[in-house]
C-alpha cells in the first residue's frame, strides 16, 4: 500500500540523550515535512525539504536536526540541546508542484524522562 | 508568514446538529487543506481546496480565496466527528490551532 511510515509508534528516551524518528513515504512525493504538537495544540513545522539533499528550517528548528539523502526518506533527530523535547511528532510528504495536497504518517509520541 | 485564525476554538454540539467552522488567513494562498485529527492523533485529509466548494457525504468546504478565508459544513454530526479540525494554507502547511468539536450522543 502506498503512504507514509513513522516509526516507532512510541519512544522513551532518557535526558540528553539524542534520538531519531524515522520517516518513509512510497508515494514518490518531493517533499517531506516534520511537526511537533504539542498537548492541545496546533501543529509546528520544524523542518522541510522539498527535494533531496536540501531541507529548510521551519518555526522551531533549534535542537532538531534533518537529512534528505533518499527521496523516500526523511529521518528527525531531536538532539539534546531540545530542552523540551516530549511531544508528538507527525511527519508529511506531498508533491512539490501542481497538487501540494499533503498526507501524514500516524505520528511519534516521544516521552523523554 | 502568514498568519491563520480558526473560530471558534470550541464547539459542543448534540448529534445531528449542524455546524459551520471557519478558517481565516491573512495572506494569498495556493493552497489550503482541511484535517480532522481522531482521538488517536491520525490527520484525516478531508478536502484540498484552493477556491470553490467542494462536497463529501456529509461534509463541504468553501474557499474564498480573494477573501482570504475558508469554511467548513459538517451537516447531521455523529459521535464520530468529535476530534480537532485543522485547517492548512499555504504551501509548507502552516496550520492554524484547531476547532475542537464535541459531538454529545
Known amino acids: 500500500d502506498g503512504g507514509i511510515t513513522q516509526s516507532p509508534k512510541y519512544l522513551f528516551r532518557k535526558e540528553g540523550q539524542n534520538v531519531t524518528l524515522s520517516c518513509e513515504q512510497n508515494?514518490?512525493?518531493?517533499?517531506m515535512y516534520w511537526y511537533r504538537q504539542d498537548p492541545g495544540q496546533g501543529l509546528r513545522l520544524i523542518y522541510y525539504?522539498?527535494?533531496?539533499?536540501?531541507?529548510q528550517k521551519g518555526d522551531i528548528a533549534e535542537g532538531y536536526s534533518v537529512s534528505r539523502e533518499k527521496k523516500e526518506s526523511f529521518p528527525l533527530t531531536v538532539t539534546s540541546a531540545q530542552k523540551n523535547p516530549t511531544a508528538f511528532y507527525l511527519c508529511?510528504?506531498?508533491?512539490?508542484?501542481?497538487?501540494?495536497?499533503?498526507?501524514f504518517g500516524q505520528g511519534t509520541r516521544l516521552t523523554v524522562v | 508568514g502568514i498568519q491563520v485564525e480558526q473560530s471558534p476554538p470550541d464547539l459542543i454540539l448534540q448529534e445531528g446538529a449542524n455546524s459551520t467552522l471557519r478558517c481565516n488567513f491573512s495572506d494569498s494562498v495556493n493552497n489550503l487543506q482541511w484535517f480532522h485529527q481522531n482521538p488517536w492523533g491520525q490527520l484525516i485529509n478531508l478536502f484540498y481546496i484552493p477556491s470553490g466548494t467542494k462536497q463529501n457525504g456529509r461534509l463541504s468546504a468553501t474557499t474564498v480565496a480573494t477573501e482570504r478565508y475558508s469554511l467548513l459544513y459538517i451537516s447531521s454530526s455523529q459521535t464520530t466527528d468529535s476530534g480537532v479540525y485543522f485547517c492548512?494554507?499555504?504551501?509548507?502547511?502552516?496550520f492554524g490551532k484547531g476547532t475542537r468539536l464535541h459531538i454529545l450522543p
Open positions: 525539504s522539498q527535494i533531496v539533499n536540501d531541507f
Open positions: 492548512a494554507p499555504d504551501d509548507k502547511i502552516i
Open positions: 508515494l514518490n512525493h518531493d517533499a
Open positions: 508529511a510528504s506531498s508533491y512539490r508542484s501542481l497538487n501540494t495536497e499533503a498526507f
